[in-house]
């Protein structure tokens, strides 16, 4: 199989920019990268295609739609809109990055079901806390030295770490970033065709 | 916020496993490590993550269970299975661990969309296709000298490359990983509670 055949078959499941391999932004890097440098870069990268794109979504949604369930009797868009604001501000302590700038969040978005307490905070302003969150925590994200990505996360102590050296934090930016795809996958499901 | 407090916050989302910062599988691993053998161990290890529990899910799932849409009018879950089968097949030649196990499925769940073409594949089938691609090309990313994720994937030219030396191996992989993710959330909304 060629190249390009490998780059460019079609898809039809809704996820066209997830598997193309693709540069988008295209930013060109400097040839002397260190090992260091592009392992890290890779991963930031990989969390800003997800979260731009959340971003993008989000920003886009009105109000009304943010009121849809992703599956009937599942959970609404604006449910998960708090959920992963909630989730992405809880990486700046985990990540040791600063403090948190929504923690009000977590009890209605973290800790309750959906619709299971009443509403604190209206769609325009979760449409809000969304990107201020995610556009801070990528700036401090992109900040850090890329040899940094490999100390211990703050949910594990220092003795387990010893033990354990892959609890880090790009493991921690990892698997936020896969957790934001998945909740994006849903969230997909309520455009319309 | 205590180190607790940020690991074991309940969720409600149905996405308790991806937010947990864990280490299952219990590894112990070398204190010595590189920094290119922590930094490509973690992205593997996320990978399983998320593909060990694809394929729990998947195995358990019933012929019946296949068929059921993860919204109204959307993919069915047997055209989610069969597409992350065929993508997943792809990434043998894509990062240069040989040969593809089931190039016949592309036409069917790449090519065209669910539903427009007379079904060529038993759910049963369909299932184990899925965990013997999984399965073997785990083994052959697990196998992967870490300096190696960081050369170029086969969609990619080497002078392309040279000016974005993150379009590597490595970003095919958490790519892929984020995919894997965004389909297993729809998936997850047709289980029973």
Redesign the interface.
């Known amino acids: 199989?060629t190249?390009?055949a490998?780059?460019s078959?079609?898809?039809?499941?809704?996820?066209r920019a997830?598997?193309t391999?693709s540069?988008r932004g295209g930013?060109?890097?400097d040839?002397d990268?260190t090992?260091?440098e592009?392992?890290?870069?890779?991963?930031v990268?990989?969390w800003k295609?997800?979260v731009d794109r959340l971003n993008t979504t989000t920003a886009t949604l009105s109000d009304e739609a943010m009121q849809k369930e992703?599956?009937?009797g599942?959970?609404r868009v604006y449910?998960?809109i708090g959920?992963l604001t909630a989730?992405h501000d809880?990486m700046f302590?985990?990540l040791g990055l600063g403090e948190?700038l929504h923690p009000e969040l977590?009890e209605q978005f973290?800790?309750?079901?959906?619709r299971t307490v009443p509403e604190t905070v209206a769609a325009a302003d979760l449409r809000k806390a969304f990107v201020e969150v995610n556009t801070q925590l990528t700036a401090a994200i992109e900040a850090l030295p890329p040899?940094d990505?490999?100390k211990r996360?703050?949910?594990?102590?220092d003795e387990d770490f010893?033990?354990?050296?892959?609890?880090?934090r790009?493991?921690?930016l990892?698997?936020?970033?896969?957790?934001a795809?998945?909740?994006?996958?849903?969230i997909?499901?309520?455009r319309e065709r």
């Not at 592009?38 to 991963?43: D, H, K, V, Y």
């Not at 010893?162 to 880090?168: D, V, W, Y």
């Open positions: 199989m190249a390009s490998l780059a078959s079609p898809r039809q499941c809704g996820c997830q598997v391999v540069n930013t060109l890097y040839a990268m090992n260091d592009l392992f890290a870069g890779t991963a990268k990989n295609l997800v992703v599956s009937p599942r959970n449910y998960l959920h989730v809880r302590p985990l948190r977590d973290l800790v309750k079901p959906d040899a990505w490999l996360h703050a949910a594990v102590s010893a033990k354990e050296p892959l609890r880090n790009i493991a921690v990892q698997s936020r970033t896969a957790h795809s998945f909740h994006e996958g849903q997909r499901l309520t």
